[in-house]
């Protein structure tokens, strides 16, 4: 399952998309108070085995949240266009970042 930390979208007036880390600190705790809430209530649901941050963000959340695993959690590149070591053979360094991980066998 993917499941985004935040799935809201916040876009400057010039249309540019604004990530939630860059919002005000006072908006940025509320916000993240409630997807913080979120994620542990989908890690308890679902009971999964790995929590996998897709980006250093996504990374630093999860292990900042679930604070007694399981589950295990890893972390893999974030495929963006704003990450240059992810624009080239992103896949190939996701699988190799996933089996190192022992996630992918």
């Not at 209530?41 to 604070?67: H, M, S, Y």
């Not at 240059?84 to 190799?96: D, Y």
Request: net charge positive; aromatic share 6%; with cysteine.
């Amino acid at each position: 399952m993917v499941m985004n930390y935040c799935p809201l979208a916040f876009c400057e007036a010039s249309g540019r998309n604004r990530t939630p880390d860059k919002l005000p600190a006072n908006e940025r705790a509320l916000l993240f108070a409630a997807c913080d809430d979120h994620l542990r209530e989908v890690v308890r649901i679902l009971e999964p085995e790995w929590l996998i941050g897709v980006g250093d963000f996504a990374g630093k959340r999860a292990r900042k949240v679930i604070a007694n695993p399981p589950p295990r959690i890893g972390q893999i590149l974030h495929p963006s266009p704003a990450c240059p070591a992810s624009n080239n053979n992103w896949a190939g360094i996701a699988t190799t970042q996933l089996r190192d991980l022992g996630v992918w066998k």
